[in-house]
């Protein structure tokens, strides 16, 4: 139980790795308020999680919204220690079949989105010397057909993780990059596929945990992880 009476806020958190890394939390003895967009999903995780659950709708594209979450968790809790930010989108197309309104959902969701999060949490994760823990993908340094975007958006967090890391290190708050590979989730509109290779979501909720038990001296700051056995071409 390394994480009671902590406080974390998991954005896409009713789902996917999101809900994973929420249960995960909880295990280790956090308060956990997620958020999402499915007002109907976030009810459903909020009577499976329990009591330790704080499910918000909100928009991390809007900056409003996540003050506002942001500020009812304080208020809930009294603090906040941990931020994941998970809330993602992935649309798979070619940039000459992609639309502008795809694009820029990509990037206000998983780019603007990362910033307006961090940004609101900040003032509180200095006062607790707190994680910031950012979701990327493989895809970021290794891109696709069809993903431009996709592979793009997480590139941006990757360097701006970086960035984060070295402005807020003296104010005790450490920042951490994962990059998994193929997960077995529904992200992108795909149903979860029958596979013994892929990922897991508790897989990645696994290091997310790790992560924040490391001791205050260390900081592992990027972290790669990616099926042992991936099915062969």
């Not at 499915?38 to 009810?43: V, Y």
């Amino acid at each position: 139980m390394v994480l009671t009476g902590k406080v974390a806020f998991v954005t896409g958190g009713s789902r996917g790795i999101g809900l994973a890394t929420t249960r995960a939390l909880i295990a280790q003895g956090a308060s956990v308020a997620i958020t999402g967009t499915d007002q109907a999903r976030l009810e459903q995780a909020g009577k499976e999680l329990g009591d330790a659950a704080f499910p918000l709708c909100a928009d991390v594209r809007r900056y409003e919204d996540v003050e506002r979450a942001i500020d009812a968790t304080v208020s809930r809790f009294g603090r906040l220690d941990v931020l994941v930010n998970n809330a993602g989108v992935g649309v798979y197309r070619t940039v000459a079949d992609m639309t502008v309104d795809e694009w820029n959902r990509i990037v206000e969701t998983n780019v603007s989105g990362v910033f307006h999060c961090c940004h609101a949490a900040l003032p509180h994760l200095k006062k607790s010397s707190g994680w910031i823990i950012n979701i990327s993908s493989l895809s970021s340094t290794g891109p696709f057909a069809n993903g431009a975007a996709y592979c793009a958006s997480k590139s941006a967090i990757n360097t701006f993780s970086d960035a984060l890391m070295q402005e807020v290190r003296y104010d005790g708050v450490r920042v951490a990059c994962v990059l998994p590979g193929s997960v077995n989730t529904g992200f992108g509109g795909r149903a979860p596929a029958k596979s013994d290779w892929a990922l897991q979501p508790e897989d990645i909720a696994e290091v997310i945990v790790d992560l924040i038990a490391h001791p205050p001296r260390s900081l592992p700051s990027r972290v790669e992880i990616r099926p042992a056995q991936p099915k062969k071409a």
